[in-house]
């Protein structure tokens, strides 16, 4: 039995190292995410599996700015609509927030507010070139603090160096220039003078102390070391960017005019490769390590979630239909749960698999009161936020002929009202300005045949 014992202990080694290297393995690897903007969107793509996603969030008008907070896993993005603002989420488009809005004054149409997150200190810092401000305040939103405001021509890029505890800002005012400070905002310097340049992005490589900006007047990009010394050409004949990058040994930018993303080594020596195309109006990207549960995302919420109950030989019945929220390119399926009026538990009734139709109907019982949700799920879970719910009691049963057909047939008949008297009344404008017209015109034939019969009668 002793010898049987012994035997047995390298096996139960062997499998407990193995399930840990599994557990490791899928549980802690990396993936390689790029963020960007483009104005009404934010977008990131798994640079390991060349996923391609538009993140859900709606209301977004003029994005332009784009960052990430690695403790929190948090997009941040700035929009210069409606006086501006400064908003997160995740990478699944879930736990979304604007933690900074009224950035300048509302009716200002072109302004940069470029953003930059301090993940250590957790803040955000911000330029503010409508009014010629370097601002900052805490991720929760508070302690909203000027860093710099004196001698400023038109600050439109900053960066944060979290660690050495420095900030620096690309001015690109009537004396362009690059400066820093540190992160109080003291100790304010000039590290190079930009004069008959036209630059408009700035980007910082901490690893390598390095700083790039572009100069749009010659098509050339430079590079200079974080103090200021050492500038020169890294690449000319560079096409119209409008976002930079540094990723390990490659630069990353956004081709504005052939709407790509397109990536050369950083020596500068090479041709620039295509890594992602066409895309509009991209306006600034960011590449980020994330540890892989952070791009699982579980599908986003069902709508038009409703319910319609009917009676089959004194049977009640109710029809659940919905739409697909996204669900990121991966197959989803749908979980009909149901709960009692008295109680906090939800209980699965019907499970509707990913090929199937966006409708199930269920037995119920008469005079009952009802409360179903929807949850939409995936390999990665279930929807997390705004489950759609629906309560109703079955004292209201009827046949379900055209309970449906006459909830849509409403609305449309409406909308065929209105349009049929605008079009109505259209014609009825037209024709009172033909009409008009006539009139003045036969007047004006009148008027001229008098005066050439009296003129001929004065002649003869």
């Given at each position: 039995?002793?010898?049987?014992?012994?035997?047995?202990?390298?096996?139960?080694?062997?499998?407990?190292?193995?399930?840990?290297?599994?557990?490791?393995?899928?549980?802690?690897?990396?993936?390689?995410?790029?963020?960007?903007?483009?104005r009404?969107?934010?977008?990131?793509?798994?640079?390991?599996?060349?996923?391609?996603?538009?993140?859900?969030?709606?209301?977004?008008?003029?994005?332009?700015?784009?960052?990430?907070?690695?403790?929190?896993?948090?997009?941040?993005?700035?929009?210069?609509?409606?006086?501006?603002?400064?908003?997160?989420?995740?990478?699944?488009?879930?736990?979304?927030?604007?933690?900074?809005?009224?950035?300048?004054?509302?009716?200002?149409?072109a302004?940069?507010?470029?953003?930059?997150?301090?993940?250590?200190?957790?803040?955000?810092?911000?330029?503010?070139?409508?009014?010629?401000?370097?601002?900052?305040?805490n991720?929760?939103?508070?302690?909203?603090?000027?860093?710099?405001e004196?001698?400023?021509?038109?600050?439109?890029?900053?960066?944060?160096?979290?660690h050495?505890?420095?900030?620096?800002?690309?001015?690109?005012?009537?004396?362009?220039?690059?400066?820093?400070?540190?992160?109080?905002?003291k100790?304010?310097?000039?590290?190079?003078?930009?004069?008959?340049?036209?630059?408009?992005?700035?980007?910082?490589?901490?690893?390598?102390?390095?700083?790039?900006?572009?100069?749009?007047?010659?098509?050339?990009?430079?590079?200079?070391?974080?103090?200021?010394s050492?500038?020169?050409?890294?690449?000319?004949?560079?096409?119209?960017?409008?976002?930079?990058?540094?990723?390990?040994?490659?630069i990353?930018?956004?081709?504005?005019?052939?709407?790509?993303?397109?990536?050369?080594?950083?020596?500068?020596?090479?041709?620039?490769?295509?890594?992602?195309?066409p895309?509009?109006?991209?306006?600034d990207?960011i590449?980020?390590?994330?540890?892989?549960?952070?791009?699982?995302?579980?599908?986003?919420?069902?709508y038009?979630?409703?319910?319609?109950?009917?009676?089959?030989?004194?049977?009640?019945?109710?029809?659940?239909?919905?739409?697909?929220?996204?669900?990121?390119?991966?197959?989803?399926?749908?979980?009909?749960?149901?709960?009692?009026?008295?109680?906090?538990?939800?209980?699965?009734?019907?499970?509707i698999?990913?090929?199937?139709?966006?409708?199930?109907?269920?037995?119920?019982?008469?005079?009952?009161e009802?409360?179903?949700?929807?949850?939409?799920?995936n390999?990665?879970?279930c929807?997390?936020?705004?489950?759609?719910?629906?309560?109703?009691?079955?004292?209201?049963?009827?046949?379900?002929?055209?309970?449906?057909?006459?909830?849509?047939?409403?609305?449309?008949?409406?909308?065929?009202?209105?349009?049929l008297?605008?079009?109505?009344?259209?014609?009825?404008?037209?024709?009172g300005?033909?009409?008009?017209?006539?009139?003045?015109k036969?007047?004006?034939?009148?008027?001229?045949?008098?005066?050439?019969?009296?003129?001929?009668?004065?002649?003869?």
């Amino acid at each position: 039995m002793g010898a049987l014992r012994n035997l047995s202990r390298p096996w139960i080694i062997a499998v407990c190292l193995s399930v840990c290297l599994k557990n490791s393995v899928y549980s802690d690897y990396e993936e390689q995410v790029m963020v960007f903007a483009n104005r009404t969107n934010i977008h990131w793509v798994n640079q390991n599996t060349r996923e391609h996603h538009v993140m859900p969030l709606e209301g977004i008008t003029e994005a332009k700015y784009v960052d990430y907070d690695p403790v929190e896993n948090m997009v941040y993005w700035s929009d210069v609509h409606h006086g501006g603002s400064i908003s997160r989420a995740t990478l699944c488009a879930e736990e979304r927030e604007t933690i900074v809005s009224d950035i300048f004054i509302q009716h200002v149409k072109a302004a940069f507010v470029s953003i930059a997150v301090d993940a250590r200190r957790r803040a955000i810092y911000w330029t503010n070139s409508a009014s010629d401000l370097i601002e900052r305040v805490n991720l929760d939103g508070s302690n909203r603090t000027v860093i710099a405001e004196h001698d400023m021509g038109s600050p439109i890029d900053v960066e944060v160096d979290s660690h050495a505890g420095f900030l620096y800002w690309l001015d690109a005012g009537i004396k362009p220039r690059i400066e820093s400070c540190s992160l109080s905002g003291k100790g304010r310097r000039v590290l190079l003078d930009l004069k008959d340049q036209y630059p408009s992005i700035l980007e910082l490589d901490v690893q390598t102390q390095a700083l790039y900006w572009n100069d749009k007047n010659t098509k050339q990009l430079f590079t200079a070391r974080m103090d200021g010394s050492s500038m020169k050409v890294l690449k000319s004949s560079i096409p119209h960017i409008t976002g930079i990058f540094i990723e390990g040994n490659y630069i990353y930018w956004i081709d504005w005019w052939n709407k790509d993303i397109e990536k050369i080594p950083i020596s500068g020596q090479e041709e620039a490769s295509v890594i992602l195309s066409p895309i509009k109006d991209m306006e600034d990207l960011i590449s980020v390590k994330v540890v892989s549960g952070v791009v699982q995302c579980p599908p986003r919420p069902a709508y038009k979630f409703k319910a319609f109950t009917y009676m089959v030989n004194g049977t009640v019945r109710a029809k659940f239909t919905w739409e697909a929220g996204y669900g990121w390119k991966i197959p989803q399926y749908f979980e009909l749960d149901r709960r009692d009026v008295d109680s906090q538990i939800w209980v699965e009734v019907h499970k509707i698999e990913a090929d199937s139709n966006r409708s199930v109907i269920i037995a119920l019982e008469h005079s009952q009161e009802y409360q179903f949700r929807l949850r939409a799920c995936n390999t990665y879970g279930c929807s997390r936020s705004n489950t759609p719910e629906v309560k109703f009691t079955t004292d209201s049963a009827s046949v379900f002929s055209s309970s449906e057909e006459h909830y849509n047939a409403i609305p449309t008949l409406l909308k065929t009202g209105i349009i049929l008297g605008g079009v109505i009344v259209s014609i009825g404008i037209l024709l009172g300005i033909w009409g008009y017209w006539r009139a003045r015109k036969r007047k004006t034939n009148r008027r001229y045949r008098a005066v050439r019969y009296s003129t001929a009668s004065y002649i003869t």
